[in-house]
C-alpha cells in the first residue's frame, strides 16, 4: 500500500518542493528560526478609512520595535478579508497572537496539486438543456498552475463582452494575452513571471470546468472525442499559485482567494491540498473559501489523493464542497504478447504503436540508473514504473512493471504496460527460463468498463479528522483517464525526459474530479442564479446517484460521499438544505472557538449564542448525517434539519428511511407539506441504538419524496473507537 501510494503520488500530483522563499534572500535581518507566518485577521473594517496595509505594518513594527519592516511584510490581504504574511521568529509570533485584532498566526505551508466522456457517462449530453445567455455571464475562478491561454478549448470566438459585474484584470505577465473566454489572470510567488501554464494541471482543470467545444481531439487517437468543459459558454479567471519550483504555498493561496472574490468570479476551483487535515484557523483553504462563502461564491476542492486509508482527506471544512475522485466506463488497457504467444493484459497510457517485432526482454534491477549497454532496445522488467525516466535515459525499448493497480492507467514516456503480481510472474519466469526472452507491447485500447463508476482506489477518504460530525467528501465525480487541454511546453507523462509536445492529455486523480463538481455548479447556478452556495451544494448532493460501497474498501460514504453527481437532476431537487453564514458562525462557536475570534471572522456581525459544545455541530443544516458512537454503549442522537422547498408550490413529502440492524432511526414529523415556494419546514431525526462490535462503518439513508422528487441524505453509522 505505501508503495502503491508513493506512485500515486509521484504521478499524479505534482511534487512540490521545499518552500525556499525567504532563503532566497527576502530580507538580510532575518534570524535562524524565522519564517514566513500568515496572520489571519478575519474580516474587513467597515470604515472607510481603514488602510489595511498601513495597519499590517504598524503591527509588525509594534511587535519588532523599529520602523523599516517593509521587506518583512510579504503580502497583504486586503480586499476580501484582513490579514497579511510575514516573516516571523517564535518571539514575534507569540506577540501578534496575544494582539486583539489577531484571530491566528500559522506557518505558511507548502500544498501541493492534486476529460471528456466523463460527461457522457454522467448523462450530460452535448445537448442538454442549456441557457447560454446566463452561462456566459458566470465567471470561475481557477487557483492552479496557470493556463495555456492559446489552447483551442479557451478560443473566444462566438463570445459576446465580458460581463459587466466582473472586476478583475488581465495581469498574465509577459507574453500573456487574455480574450472574452480567458477574462482574468493573475500570478503570485517569488519567480513566476506570468501566469502560463508549464506543469498542464491548470490548464486541464480549467477546460474541464469551463472550456468550450472542442471536436476531433484524442491523446495520440486516444479517447478521440469531443472535449468540453460543463460549462462551455462561461468565462475563466485564471489565479496562478503554484511557482516554478513548484510550491504553492498558503501565503499565495490566501492572496489568490483575497484578489478572487473581490474580482467577482461566482464559482472558485481549487485542484491543491495539503498531506492531512488542518485545524479551520491555520488552513488557507478553509479560511480563503469560508470569506468567499460569505459572498455567496462556492468553491469546489479536490478531496487527495492519499485514500484509501482512514481520514486521509485534507479537505475538512463544512462550507467546501469536497470532491472525490470515480473511474468513468473507459478504461486503457494494454497488451503483451511474449515470444512463446501468451498475451498479458496490463495497464498504462501507450501511445507507442508496435511495428510487430519482438523485443529482447531483459530483467532489470530497477537502480536509479540502468546498466546502459545491458538495456539499449531492450524491454525491462524492473517492478517500479517510476524507473520510466531513467529507463529510458538508458536507451530502453520499453518497461514492463508490476504495480497493484486495478483502476488507473498512467500516461508513460515509452512503451510500458503495468501487470498484476501474478501476471508478472509469469513474464519473469519466462524471461528466466528462455535463452533468447521476446516480447512486443501493443499501444493502449479502450476497455468498456462496466462496473464505473468505482471509487477511485487513490481518492481520500473520511471521516473527517478536524469535524468527525460532518461528512467529508461530500462528492464523487469522474476522475479517472480524463482528456483534457493540456499545455504543449509540459511532458505529458510527467517525466521530464518526455519531450512530446501535446494539446490534450489524460490524466487522473482528485485533481480532475474537482473541476467537474465546478463546472456542474455553475450549471446549477445558470439556473438558479440566487441560490445560495449551500443551497448549490445540496442540490447537487441529494440529487447523486447511489454508489456501489463494497468496491475496493468498504468506507462506503467516507469515500463517495453522497454518491456519482447527477447534473441532470441537480437543477431540479425539491428540496434543499440551506446553510447560512449565521449558521456556520455558530457551528465554530460549537467547536470551541471564543467569541473573540468569532467576532473578528464574522465581521463583529455575529457571536455566540452559547458556551462552546462540540456535540452540537452535528446540528449544523447539513444535508448528511454522521452517527458517530462508541460500541456497546447505548445511544440516543437527535439531527434538527430545515429543507427549504424549491420544487412545486403545493407539494407534501414523505420520509423514506433504510432500515439498518441495531440502530432504529425515526423522523418527526415524517410528512411535510409545503403551500408555497420557499417555505421552509423543520423536523427531527432520531437515532436509537446500541452497535455491537466494532464493525466497519455502515450507513442508510433519508428520502423525503413527492413522488418526483428524491431528496436523499446518507446517514452514517460511525463507529468510534
Ligand atoms: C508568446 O507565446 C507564444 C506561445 O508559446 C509563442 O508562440 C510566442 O513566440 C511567444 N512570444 C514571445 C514574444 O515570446
Ligand atoms: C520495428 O521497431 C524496432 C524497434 O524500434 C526497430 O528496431 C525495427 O527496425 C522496426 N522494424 C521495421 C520493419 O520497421
Ligand atoms: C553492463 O552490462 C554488460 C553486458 O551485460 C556487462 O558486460 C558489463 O559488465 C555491465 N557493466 C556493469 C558496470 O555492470
Ligand atoms: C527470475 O530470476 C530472478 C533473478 O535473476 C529472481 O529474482 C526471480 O525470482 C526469478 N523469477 C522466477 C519467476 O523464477
Ligand atoms: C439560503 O440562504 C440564503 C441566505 O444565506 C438566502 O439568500 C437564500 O435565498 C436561501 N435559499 C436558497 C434557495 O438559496
Ligand atoms: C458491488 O460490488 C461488489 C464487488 O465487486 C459486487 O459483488 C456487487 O454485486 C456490487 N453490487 C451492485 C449492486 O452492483
Ligand atoms: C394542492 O394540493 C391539494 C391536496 O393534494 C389539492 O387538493 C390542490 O388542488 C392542490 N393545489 C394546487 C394549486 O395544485
Wanted: aromatic residues 10%.
Amino acid at each position: 500500500m505505501v508503495k502503491y501510494n508513493v506512485i500515486l503520488f509521484f504521478f499524479v500530483y505534482i511534487v512540490l518542493s521545499s518552500m525556499t522563499f525567504w532563503s532566497s534572500g527576502a530580507t538580510e535581518s532575518v534570524d535562524e528560526s524565522s519564517k514566513l507566518h500568515i496572520v489571519y485577521m478575519g474580516s474587513l473594517p467597515n470604515s472607510v478609512s481603514y488602510s489595511p496595509t498601513s495597519h499590517h505594518l504598524s503591527m509588525l513594527e509594534q511587535i519588532i520595535g523599529e520602523s523599516g519592516v517593509e521587506n518583512l511584510l510579504v503580502q497583504s490581504y486586503k480586499r476580501s478579508f484582513n490579514g497579511f504574511s510575514a516573516i516571523l521568529n517564535d518571539q514575534q509570533k507569540k506577540k501578534l497572537l496575544s494582539m486583539d485584532d489577531v484571530v491566528s498566526v500559522f506557518p505558511s505551508q507548502n500544498f501541493h496539486i492534486q476529460t471528456t466522456r466523463s460527461w457522457d457517462f454522467l448523462g450530460f449530453s452535448q445537448s442538454i438543456k442549456r441557457d447560454k445567455i446566463i452561462e456566459s455571464e458566470l465567471i470561475i475562478g481557477v487557483m492552479d498552475t496557470g493556463i495555456w491561454p492559446e489552447s483551442e478549448s479557451f478560443n473566444d470566438k462566438g463570445f459576446g463582452p465580458i460581463p459587466n459585474k466582473w472586476m478583475g484584470v488581465c495581469k498574465g505577465g509577459f507574453n500573456f494575452t487574455c480574450n472574452k473566454k480567458i477574462i482574468g489572470a493573475r500570478f503570485y510567488g517569488r519567480g513566476v513571471d506570468n501566469a502560463r501554464d508549464k506543469e498542464g494541471h491548470g490548464t486541464h482543470t480549467s477546460s474541464t470546468a469551463g472550456g468550450r467545444e472542442v471536436q476531433g481531439v484524442s491523446f495520440y487517437d486516444l479517447a478521440k472525442g469531443t472535449a468540453r468543459g460543463g460549462v462551455p459558454s462561461s468565462r475563466i479567471a485564471m489565479y496562478k499559485i503554484c511557482s516554478l519550483d513548484g510550491s504553492c504555498s498558503s501565503s499565495d493561496i490566501l492572496a489568490a482567494f483575497d484578489d478572487a472574490i473581490a474580482d467577482g468570479v461566482d464559482i472558485i476551483t481549487i485542484s491543491i491540498g495539503f498531506s492531512y487535515g488542518l485545524e479551520f484557523l491555520k488552513d488557507p483553504i478553509a479560511i480563503g473559501s469560508f470569506h468567499a462563502m460569505e459572498k455567496g461564491i462556492l468553491t469546489s476542492h479536490s478531496a487527495g489523493n492519499s485514500g484509501p486509508s482512514p481520514s486521509s482527506t485534507d479537505s475538512v471544512a463544512p462550507w467546501l464542497f469536497s470532491v472525490a475522485a470515480t473511474t468513468i466506463d473507459r478504461q486503457f488497457i494494454d497488451k503483451l504478447i511474449l515470444g512463446n504467444g501468451n498475451i498479458l493484459s496490463g495497464r498504462s497510457v501507450n501511445t507507442f504503436t508496435s511495428n510487430g517485432t519482438k523485443i529482447s526482454i531483459v530483467e532489470g534491477s530497477c537502480l536509479d540508473s540502468f546498466n546502459k549497454t545491458m538495456v539499449k532496445g531492450k524491454i525491462i522488467l524492473c517492478g517500479s514504473p517510476w524507473h520510466e525516466g531513467s529507463a529510458f535515459e538508458s536507451g530502453a525499448f520499453g518497461i514492463v512493471s508490476n504495480v497493484e493497480l486495478n483502476d488507473v492507467s498512467f500516461v508513460s514516456q515509452i512503451p510500458s504496460v503495468n501487470l498484476d503480481s501474478k501476471d508478472y510472474g509469469i513474464v519473469q519466469s519466462y524471461t528466466n527460463l528462455t535463452k533468447s526472452p521476446i516480447a512486443e507491447i501493443l499501444k493502449s485500447e479502450i476497455f468498456h468498463d462496466t462496473t464505473a463508476p468505482r471509487i477511485a482506489s487513490f481518492s481520500s477518504c473520511g471521516p473527517n479528522s478536524v469535524v468527525l460530525d460532518i461528512m467529508k467528501p461530500d462528492i464523487s465525480a469522474p476522475g479517472v483517464g480524463i482528456l483534457a487541454a493540456f499545455s504543449p511546453i509540459a511532458p505529458p507523462s510527467g517525466n521530464v525526459g518526455d519531450r512530446r509536445k501535446v494539446n490534450y492529455n489524460i490524466d487522473s486523480g482528485t485533481s480532475m474530479a474537482c473541476p467537474h463538481i465546478a463546472g456542474i455548479a455553475a450549471y446549477v447556478k445558470s439556473f438558479h442564479p440566487d441560490w445560495s452556495p449551500a443551497a448549490i451544494k445540496s442540490a447537487i448532493m441529494t440529487t447523486a446517484k447511489s454508489m456501489n460501497g463494497t468496491y475496493n474498501n468498504m468506507a462506503g460514504e467516507f469515500s463517495y460521499g453522497s454518491g456519482n453527481v447527477n447534473p441532470r437532476l441537480a437543477i431540479q431537487p425539491g428540496l434543499i438544505y440551506n446553510i447560512t453564514k449565521e449558521d456556520y458562525v455558530q457551528m465554530l462557536c460549537s467547536y470551541g472557538y471564543d467569541n473573540g475570534k468569532i467576532k473578528q471572522i464574522s465581521g463583529g456581525k455575529s457571536s455566540c449564542h452559547g458556551a462552546s459544545n462540540p456535540s452540537l455541530v452535528k446540528n449544523l443544516n447539513y444535508p448528511a448525517l454522521v452517527i458517530s458512537v462508541f460500541p456497546h454503549k447505548p445511544f440516543n442522537i437527535k439531527f434538527p434539519r430545515t429543507v427549504t422547498n424549491v420544487g412545486l408550490h403545493n407539494a407534501t413529502y414523505r420520509a423514506i428511511i433504510t432500515p439498518i440492524p441495531n440502530v432504529k432511526i425515526k423522523v418527526e414529523p415524517n410528512l411535510l407539506s409545503f403551500k408555497s415556494l420557499q417555505e421552509t419546514q423543520s423536523f427531527v431525526v432520531t437515532a436509537i441504538g446500541r452497535v455491537r462490535s466494532r464493525q466497519a462503518e455502515f450507513s442508510s439513508s433519508l428520502v423525503w419524496s413527492d413522488g418526483t422528487h428524491n431528496v436523499k441524505s446518507p446517514i452514517i453509522v460511525h463507529i468510534k473507537s
